[in-house]
């Protein structure tokens, strides 16, 4: 990989950011792409403002690096800003809707996107071998130190999801992940493809208003995160062979004090 030239990328990427502050929004669209064009992996998640200014196509998902060093940062003070600061429960709501249907144990869990462990710590009673897959070697290691998981991985989603060969799972968890992806068919793809028949996909996702997704099927928010519509989920779900056990509405977290709408879902694979 060439060499980033470090300091004429922080000097875009500040530019940028105080031309979007400023409300000048194509020059601040012509330096993300001053920015992209320094680094083209795109550490800082400049595509992805681009869009969240109305911009250019949404990328089909947040780039790899982007999302890597956006968690390795905050690893550390990652449960405080995540439960005490912007009010995320969604591993609690996942345990409350699974005791209500009555849904469980499990044999094996694959949780998407582990993080520190909220969701597998959540769950960990129901389940009897936990894996946790996450992209941020930083959060990895914390959730090793809660020796919460028979297995750990460092590796992006989608492709763990095509590379894995290890026995299948029953029970499938990707909390918060949706955010970070657009096109959701790899994701949904790889999780039939890694589960038993019957097996139960358990996932939440953030929306907007009908009126402001204007029939697209998703679109990066205001936040430089992903909303997806009902009905896209609900299509992808059908033609990847899952069967909806139950979609609710919930409230995903605060956002400048404001409730982020989403679904959290629950999906069965027929078998």
């Known amino acids: 990989m ?65 999302v890597e060093t956006l968690f390795d940062q905050h690893a550390e003070a990652f449960e405080d800003i995540l439960v005490e600061q912007l009010g995320y429960a969604v591993p609690a709501m996942v345990r409350q809707r699974l005791q209500a249907l009555e849904l469980g144990p499990f044999k094996r869990m694959l949780d998407l996107g582990c993080g520190t462990g909220l969701t597998g710590g959540t769950l960990r009673d129901m389940v009897d071998d936990m894996t946790g897959i996450d992209i941020s070697e930083n959060m990895v290691e914390i959730a090793h130190e809660k020796d919460l998981y028979e297995t750990l991985y460092v590796a992006e989603v989608e492709d763990f999801l095509e590379d894995n060969d290890d026995e299948a799972f029953d029970l499938i968890t990707a909390t918060d992940v949706l955010p970070y992806l657009g096109a959701l068919e790899p994701l949904f793809f790889g999780a039939a493809e890694n589960m038993l028949a019957g097996g139960l996909f358990i996932f939440s996702s953030e929306t907007l208003p009908e009126d402001v997704l204007a029939g697209r099927p998703y679109m990066v928010g205001p936040h430089q995160r992903f909303a997806h519509s009902e009905a896209y989920i609900r299509e992808r779900l059908a033609s990847t062979g899952f069967e909806i056990v139950e979609m609710s509405e919930i409230n995903v977290r605060m956002q400048d004090g404001n409730p982020s709408p989403g679904h959290l879902v629950i999906a069965r694979l027929k078998g």
């Open 2 to 66: 060439a060499k980033i030239d470090e300091d004429a990328l922080a000097e875009a990427y500040n530019r940028a950011l105080a031309l979007e502050k400023a409300g000048d929004i194509d020059a601040a669209v012509k330096a993300y792409e001053e920015v992209l064009a320094i680094d083209p992996e795109d550490h800082g998640g400049a595509s992805v403002r681009i869009a969240s200014l109305g911009r250019g196509e949404a990328p089909p998902k947040a780039p790899d690096a982007y």
